[in-house]
């Protein structure tokens, strides 16, 4: 068995890979321990598809968000926090927790994305 190396790496969503100064985060696979707990709190769709809950959901997020340019509000850049992360647009949000989700535990097919 080869080990799973956690390095991080940059995630853009799908709707800012057109503009000039895109907002992407840093993103680290999850270790193996929290990546179980994921594993715990996720939903069975059946056909090898599985749906994060709130719990895994909180998981992926706290674990997995590292760091992250270009994001800005009214005054300016705002400074990577897990508190503002609640700012990110909701559908940012869940394109990350899936990209988080696949990284951590299938492997991360999806990397190819930064």
Known sequence: ???????????????????KKPFK???????ALAAVDV???????????YKPNKAARET?????IVGWQNMADD????????DNVKYIRPA???EIINELFSASITG???????
């Open 39 to 49: 594993m715990d709190n996720v939903i069975d769709m059946g056909n090898d598809t």
């Open 1 to 19: 068995m080869k080990a799973n190396k956690l390095k991080p790496y940059w995630f853009t969503p799908t709707g800012e890979k057109s503009k």
């Open 60 to 64: 992926l997020i706290e674990e997995g």
């Open 108 to 114: 991360g097919e999806s990397r190819k994305n930064s």
């Open 92 to 94: 940012y949000l869940l």
């Open 75 to 82: 005054t300016g850049d705002m400074p990577f926090s897990l």
């Open 25 to 31: 985060v840093q993103l680290k696979p999850l270790d």
